[in-house]
């Protein structure tokens, strides 16, 4: 029969085979003793040994190849050691969710490839000695993509962090808000902003490192409300990918406008390290903003900044910067500056304002 025939195909395709593809080994986790890889930018071969000893950087191009979530802990912490944080249950598909297949099996599939129980781990360790906690996101867990189990994760890094007086270190790695969970998904923008405000309150430090790719409500949230924000070197970091902003706008946008290097040379980054230098920075910075009263003592007429509270020479964070092969910033050409229309108060006409890096003139 027609239908007993189309019964038969279906429950082939979507059970069987998937079935049997669980029990193989995936060719993706099998890598061989031979096994080398291509840079995307310079088509150098890089034995993957070779690549995984130079911190998943090619040598030739320093291209920085995307790192899991436990690679990331593994360079981070002290001798690679760190304890799992306990994360809180949430509904794993709380709209039952079906778009070309089922959101509880993309979980499910999620959660074997990666073995990871969302996109977000959270550890706690050492850092040079000093006690840290971390969450690091991890863009093979359907993009990095924020749901109410990573919303959870960071709130609990977060707070846990606050009851521990440590510092937060954030690795953030996100294609944005979770589709599948819907209204759901982008609470969790509020809910993390407002567990980094208890960070704040409670005068820890919260540093955040952006990695490729850092965008949607990811960034448009916990991403950028840092102490400190670090980019390596290349990241995309954005809210809407440049295509669709270009699509939007139906104009020319400039060349790697939403990269690392890009977004230090307007303002919108502190530092973009290479990572061989990341830790060493991480570890600076850490015990700067835990320095308390001893980092207040600067020369006279040295500016000061602020981190959650304490007062820091503004004068160290560009030594630190400079010290750790932070790619500088170039200055800006006038052709290049932002200049926004504002209509004058007299006469109403249209008048031009050009936004400088050092003070807006009207």
Known sequence: MPGGERFGVNWISNYVRPKIRSLLPS?????SENEWVKCPESGQMVHHKDLEANQFVFPGSNYHVRMTAQQRFQLFFDGGEYAKVAVPDVAQDPLKFRDGRRYADRLKAAKTG????????????????????AAAQDFRFMAGSLGMAAGEAVITGM?????????????????GARMQEGILSLMQMPRTTIAVQRLREARLPYIVVLTDPTTGGVTASYAML??????????????AGPRVIQQTIREQLPEGFQRAEYLLEHGMIDMVVHRHNLRSTLAKLCRMMTAGGAVTKVGAGAERSHFNGSALDGRTIETLARGSDVIDA?????????????????????KTRTLRGDSAHS
């Open 114 to 133: 990666t073995e990871l129980q969302d996109a977000v781990l959270v550890g706690e360790g050492l850092l040079e000695g000093l006690p840290v906690l």
């Open 27 to 31: 060719a993706k986790h099998q890598i």
């Open 226 to 239: 840092g102490d400190v924000h670090i980019a390596e070197p290349g990241a995309l970091i954005c809210f």
């Open 330 to 350: 170039e200055p800006v050409d006038d052709s290049q500056r932002l200049e926004i229309r504002q209509p004058d108060k007299r006469d109403g006409d249209p």
């Open 159 to 175: 707070l846990r962090a606050v009851d521990k007086r440590v510092p937060f270190v954030l690795f953030a790695a996100s294609g």
